[in-house]
């Protein structure tokens, strides 16, 4: 119960977090983007079985591999991409947590 709390508690309550305080005349629109990080998500679509409580999906689905994750670092840096950028890494680190208490 707490692993799901955090985990899921990370991928909404940390990007709307980061709207209200540093997105605040447009933090709907920020925490939209943000969220639009969970999309990578659809990797899970390529495992078997698609869902599996006892995996740990950083290293394990490619949209969550060391290299994409530098990827998505690197996005941080040009502004177009920032938000973007924010939800997929904010998402890492939700799946981190994650993780960590499995």
């Keep these: 119960m707490l692993q799901t709390l955090a ?7 940390i990007p709307l977090i980061v709207a209200l305080i540093w997105y605040k005349p447009k933090w709907k629109v920020a925490f939209l983007i943000m969220l639009s990080g969970m999309l ?9 079985p698609i869902f599996d409580p006892n995996r740990c999906s950083i290293g394990f689905h490619p949209l969550h591999s060391s290299f994409a994750i530098t990827f998505y670092l690197f ?23 994650d993780c960590a208490l499995m």
Excluded: E, T
């Design 40 to 48: 990578i998500d659809l990797d899970h679509l390529l495992a078997n």
């Design 75 to 97: 996005l941080l840096f040009p502004k177009k991409s920032r938000l973007l950028a924010l939800g997929l890494v904010i998402h890492i680190i939700a799946d981190l947590v």
């Design 7 to 13: 985990h899921y508690g990370c991928h909404i309550f």
